[in-house]
């Protein structure tokens, strides 16, 4: 704790997915919100019937305003669907991609959800960028945790797959993810216009400036690839690489949540905690595992990591508090007066 002050913790987090809105919601419960800066991935951002749609933005924003689904982790709570199921009345027309079998409403917007892409469609058109945009919707929810896109240029994830009966085709992430269900192998991914990106403003504070840098346990691949694709930020992460603490989305093995077990594996990489600490071991310096893979610590620390062992399954906001705890103390030690918010 080294001097940190009562409710002077700065935490920060790289987010993409549903696993990290639940770390990030445990985060915030133990830190408070107004401590907590997230740097998300928007490669997944798709503009669908006209619109510019932000999944993992969304996401987060949601579960930090305590409106997201319980049941799926994303969307709202409540939701209705009439929207989408008018727009089937129009599904005479070819869907866009042979395999999406659901046509016009293969990507489903709940009737609530789609004010939040309305709006920030209309705010983009007007010039403003997406972190300012993003800042807007989420004290339109209430939500004082600094939400930051990774970059307000345009990335995409492109996911080259194999397609029953051999075919190799390029398809964006949500075609994949979504469309095809995430059932198809993937052959390779790559994050374009990457290479020519930006940090948005704030990133690269937000990592420089934490006195804990949590790596939340989502796709290592296509959720925190993306951000880390961004020139400069893999090098801000990996300069306070001490102070950085990475959480494990493999548990025994398995994905809890998504594809990122079989994503692993096809790119030649192991699908366990072992194999992400071989990810992560050069941005940070202890890894967060499940207790069922307390056997792996041997693996992990040969990597160069610290592995702290603690129930990591998140299946309600006690459990990702609990988690948070055992994660911030990884970095500032057991003391409960590090967390007073």
Not at 82 to 92: K, N, P, Q, T, Y
Not at 105 to 127: E, I, M, N, P, S
Not at 180 to 197: C, I, K, N, S
Request: negative net charge; glycine residues 10%.
């Amino acid at each position: 704790m080294s001097g940190l002050r009562a409710g002077a913790l700065k935490v920060s987090a790289l987010a993409g997915g549903v696993g990290a809105a639940r770390m990030l919601r445990g985060l915030a419960s133990v830190v408070g919100q107004a401590s907590l800066s997230a740097v998300i991935n928007t490669a997944d951002d798709i503009v669908l019937h006209g619109l510019h749609i932000s999944p993992d933005i969304d996401t987060v924003t949601y579960t930090l305003a305590g409106a997201s689904n319980p049941e799926t982790g994303w969307g709202l709570a409540g939701e209705t669907w009439a929207v989408m199921d008018a727009l089937r009345h129009f599904e005479v027309l070819p869907p866009s991609h042979p395999l999406l079998s659901r046509g016009l409403t293969w990507f489903a917007l709940g009737d609530k959800d789609l004010a939040t892409h309305l709006y920030r469609t209309g705010r983009l058109a007007q010039g403003a960028p997406l972190s300012q945009v993003t800042a807007e919707v989420a004290r339109r929810w209430g939500v004082e945790a600094r939400l930051l896109p990774m970059t307000d240029q345009p990335v995409e994830t492109r996911v080259t797959v194999e397609l029953p009966g051999g075919d190799v085709q390029e398809v964006g992430f949500q075609e994949y993810f979504v469309g095809l269900r995430h059932q198809v192998p993937v052959r390779e991914v790559r994050f374009a216009g990457a290479e020519v990106a930006l940090p948005a403003p704030g990133v690269t504070e937000a990592i420089e400036g934490a006195d804990v840098l949590v790596i939340c346990p989502s796709n290592p691949l296509v959720s925190i690839g993306p951000v880390l694709a961004v020139p400069g930020v893999a090098e801000a992460v990996t300069r306070r690489r001490e102070r950085n603490v990475a959480v494990s989305p493999i548990v025994a093995g398995k994905a809890l949540k998504g594809p990122a077990d079989r994503m692993l594996a096809e790119a030649g990489l192991e699908p366990s905690a072992a194999g992400v600490a071989r990810l992560w071991a050069p941005l940070a310096a202890t890894l967060v595992v499940d207790e069922a893979d307390a056997a792996l610590a041997p693996s992990i620390e040969a990597h160069g990591m610290r592995c702290v062992v603690a129930p990591s399954v998140m299946s309600g906001p006690a459990e990702a508090a609990a988690l948070a705890r055992s994660t911030l103390a990884a970095v500032l030690g057991p003391s409960p007066e590090a967390f007073a918010r």
